[in-house]
């Protein structure tokens, strides 16, 4: 489900980013890694840098409850009346109330380690006070023996692979940015003119689909019976003279307007890749079987490609999932592999 949303989501806003992270509440307290679908609007990273894992720093905000804070964090008694901060809001048609909510901020940073070992450090804070930092863990994690199992955080940092638990899965890639281009952004304006021309060309319809009358006012004719089509006689009080009653001339419209609009709609297909072919139809006069099975694997080759972006990203976290597994894991786990032909093995 997680990578259908991610999937949806890029589509949408040319952007999905999958968040990598070691969740220590899993498995009754086991712990075990947790891949999420992470809202890039909630994402602030340096300006100008087109790979994520080169910003300096990369902070990660979000909303939380402050009844849930408190439980977790005493210490935040008191200080959670004023937000700091604000962050992006969704527009929804129910209202979404945050006033007893507070932004947490997870931010992450890079430093040079021993060694020239590059290392990431996490702090973790709300409003101006700090829940938890990785540099003020000087103490050695120990064992229930009291036996030193790894160094101090402070030396080793968050995550031993030293990279941002993110991985961005882009689109169509933008210069100087780790975002990209998504359907929205390349097919908004071309609809927007459609929209605004189906507008104009049903409202022409209207306008000519019921007929309208100029009436002088001194043409003594009984208006209601002149309405009322089932009336056989209509009253009038003197002569009926030929300017009486007008019928207003429609305004057609000319035939060039409806193919500029079907030129939009032609152009908006293009610019999408959202062809006939590429859905299953076929253009006129192609009937061959393999002339069709032709069209339709030349029209699915942005498909293919945003696939392959896709894959990419897929090897980014897979490589962070064994390394968190080679940091975290401290007793055997069974995993199911599923091979050829659908056989099934269990590695340990």
Known sequence: QTYSDVWHYKLKAGTGVYGVFWDKSKHNGLGDISIKKVDISNLFWESGIQDIQKSRNLFHVELADNDTLLAIYPQLQGKLTTATMDIAKYVYDDKVDTTN??????????????????????????????????ENETEPVTDAMGNMIA???????????????FVFDTLYPVEGTPCGFGYIDIGKDA?????????????????????RYFVRKDGSVNEEEYAD??????????????????????????????????AKVDELKEVTGNRDISTGGTTSGVTAASAIAAMQEAGSKLSRDNNKASYRAFRKICLMVV?????????????????????????Q
């Open 323 to 347: 390394e968190l597994i080679r940091q975290f894991y401290d007793m055997p786990r069974c995993f199911r592999i599923m091979g050829e032909n659908g056989a099934v093995r269990f590695v």
């Open 191 to 211: 609809q927007a003119y459609i929209d605004r021309g189906d507008q104009a060309i049903l409202k022409n319809m209207l306008a000519n689909a019921k007929p």
């Open 101 to 134: 909510k507070s932004v947490v901020v997870d931010w992450y940073y890079k430093k040079a380690g021993q060694g020239g070992k590059t290392v990431l450090h996490y702090c973790k804070f709300v409003n101006d006070v700090v829940l938890f930092a990785t």
């Open 229 to 262: 089509t089932d009336k056989e006689f209509i009253h009038v009080d003197s002569n009926l003279g030929q300017d009486s009653i007008l019928p207003v001339q429609p305004n057609t419209l000319n035939n060039i307007y409806l193919e500029v609009k079907n």
């Open 151 to 165: 160094p101090p955080m402070a030396e080793t940092g968050w995550y031993d692979h030293g990279l941002y638990p």
